[in-house]
């Protein structure tokens, strides 16, 4: 049981718009920077998104971070088949003192 | 380029000690502006912080892990490494190490290549 959680499976076509949700407390989400990783298949995770909305030099402005409350969501418009991976959110848990993660999300290009 | 490179044994007995070194090359580990931390992937499931290290040695553990634990640092090498005793088969694991901004709620910006830990008799 992941203290973030994020929906197993997301999908959507080539070149079409998704969104990835990650939801948690007021101890981490709601408190803390949220960051995004990217895993391909048989990689160590890429990060993608830090400080809610923040991109690593490198990383495409396909990609997009928010966050509202307790709650953040990793957006990726102009799908390509290259970004079927699985997606992590994570941040930091005031009352664990830990950082946490949530489930993580596999995304599907179809 | 920063580059991280994990290292030790592949295979570990029950009710051992597992034992990890991270060298890091192309930067130096007694930088104040970072932490260097451990993170592990049981296969087929997510990601698990295990804990992270200051050059100073300051440490944070994840709670779940914390009595099994120790992360140490040797400055003059410019490594740091993992100790995870009384392992078990739920221990065997891709462990990865990997560079933590300070500042940053946790986020790591490099990773090494990752390492697979099986514990078996």
């Known amino acids: 049981q992941s203290v973030l959680t994020q929906p197993p499976s997301v999908s959507a076509a080539p070149g079409q718009r998704v969104t990835i949700s990650c939801s948690g407390s007021?101890?981490?989400?709601?408190?803390?920077?949220v960051f995004w990783y990217q895993q391909l298949p048989g990689t160590a995770p890429k990060l993608l998104i830090y400080d809610n909305n923040k991109r690593p030099s490198g990383i495409p402005d396909r990609f997009s971070g928010s966050k509202s409350g307790t709650s953040a969501t990793l957006g990726i418009t102009g799908l390509q088949t290259g970004d079927e991976a699985d997606y992590y959110c994570?941040?930091?848990?005031?009352?664990?003192?830990?950082?946490?993660f949530g489930g993580g999300t596999k995304l599907t290009v179809l | 380029q920063l580059h991280l490179q994990e290292s030790g044994p592949g295979l570990v007995k029950p009710s051992e000690t597992l034992s990890l070194t991270c060298t890091v090359s192309g930067g130096s580990i007694s930088s104040g502006s970072y932490y260097w931390g451990w993170i592990r992937q049981p296969p087929g499931k997510g990601l698990e912080w295990i804990g992270s290290i200051y050059y100073s040695g300051r440490t944070y553990y994840n709670p779940s892990l914390k009595n099994r634990v120790t992360i140490s640092v040797d400055t003059s090498k410019d490594q740091f490494s993992l100790k995870l005793s009384s392992v078990t088969a739920a221990d065997t694991a891709v462990y990865y190490c990997?560079?933590?901004?300070?500042?940053?709620?946790?986020?790591?910006?490099?990773w090494g290549q990752g390492t697979l830990v099986t514990v078996s008799s």
């Open positions: 007021s101890s981490n989400i709601g408190n803390n920077y």
């Open positions: 990997a560079r933590i901004p300070a500042g940053s709620s946790g986020s790591c910006d490099y």
């Open positions: 994570g941040t930091w848990d005031s009352s664990l003192s830990a950082v946490v």
